[in-house]
């Protein structure tokens, strides 16, 4: 290759400045290889072959060029360049998962008599990981309401190294506001993590608002198809790079080369698909607000949930995909076990929608929290979340939003049969 082939090749990957999000979720990558390719490549190699033992001793006590996949894969490097250049941030890591993400998290930044305050709305794995398999290392957890800003005031200790939170919640889709908790933790000396999985950078851009770091399992819309797992951490070089790059080469929870590209793919159509997947799941929702089977349904875009309006202003004005409601118990009895029959009777009647405890996908989804994503929660827990027997959590996917309540009335129209 000449020089003058090798300097074009290589501005490929330098873009202007001020390209929009559509345009970098197509382009930001590594440079294409000497031979030209337009789709980013696959590099499926967990070794490097190096010119010399001098370049091999140089290049593995800088970390920084390809030595070992454990260490950096060009597939995953353009994974983690255009993930932060969507979330507006200096650099990203790529994790296996995005329980890894916060693993990686936790060990780059905490230490035993560190306190953390989280949003006790959270994931029901985040929960357990905080609480009960960090508190065995020596780190502390006060769970707060994720609304509540005095409670997080009141949680603030000397120790007080990271709020985390994840808005909108996993499941019922409570917002917290970002300005105000990084404030707060900034006022603290602390950190604020928030977990954008839901909204994606599509919708909502966490640094945009204060947050220090960006956490996301890859495994939901930034995938979009339910194909692989993967996670990250976005945020400013100097944590990326000098506090999690260390912790992630010893301890490995690294994202596979086919993993990263399936997600770096993508990550091409994450904005259409998320303008659609709202679309489809406002009409589902104000469909399930009008049925008298249904008590509640909190999904932020519409005008009855609690934090709308600040919904909207963070998240661009969309909801997002994700919803859930409160079913009536049968005939009537609002008791947990009637509550969690009805939810069984819905969630088994369907015949379109898939039951399954992931969400993401371009299929849409239906999952009873209580016994799945919080199901290891204590009792006392799932209530303190606000998890009921008969929560049904729906993840709207891409199909006719016609079909999809057609599918959920096979349920709700027989709720109440003695059969």
Known sequence: ????????????????????????????????????????????????????????????AASEDFTYSRTSNPTVRSFEA????????????????????????????????????????????????????????????????????????AAIRPTTKLFFAETPTNPLTDICDIRALADMAHGAGALLVVDNSFCTPALQRPAELGADLVMHSGTKYLDGQGRVMAGALCGPERLIKDVFGPVIRTAGMTLAPFNAWVVLKGLE??????????????????????????????????????????AMRQQGGQGGAVLSFDLRGRHGDEGPEAARAAAFHLIDSTRVISIATN????????????????????????????????LVRLAVGLEHPDDITDDLLRGLATLNDKN
């Not at 197509?26 to 490549?41: D, F, I, K, M, Y």
């Not at 209580?370 to 209530?383: I, M, N």
Request: aromatic share 6%; proline share 3%; with cysteine.
């Open 269 to 310: 159509t994450l904005a259409v698909r998320m303008k659609a997947h709202g679309e489809n799941a406002l009409k589902v929702a104000r469909w399930l607000e009008a049925r008298p089977e249904v008590a509640r349904v909190y999904y932020p875009g519409l005008a009855s949930h609690a934090q709308h309006e600040l």
């Open 359 to 390: 969400l993401g996908d371009t299929k849409s989804i239906i999952t009873h929290p209580a016994t799945t994503s919080h199901g290891r929660l204590t009792e006392a827990q799932r209530q303190a979340a606000g998890i009921g027997q008969g």
């Open 82 to 153: 255009r993930l932060a250049a969507l979330e507006g941030t200096e650099a990203a890591v790529a994790t296996a998962t995005g329980m890894g993400a916060i693993l990686l998290l936790i060990m780059g930044l905490l230490k035993s008599g560190d306190h953390v305050v989280c949003s006790r709305s959270v994931f029901g794995s985040t929960i357990n990981l905080f609480a009960k398999e960090f508190g065995k290392f020596g780190v502390e957890t006060t769970f707060v309401s994720q609304t509540d800003l005095e409670e997080w005031r």
């Open 1 to 60: 290759m000449s020089s003058t082939d090798e300097a074009r090749r290589l501005a490929r990957a330098e873009l202007p400045a001020g390209l929009r999000p559509e345009t970098l979720a197509v382009r930001t990558a590594l440079a294409p290889s000497q031979h030209g390719e337009n789709s980013e490549a696959l590099f499926l190699t967990s070794g490097y072959v190096q010119p010399d033992a001098e370049t091999s001793a140089r290049r593995f």
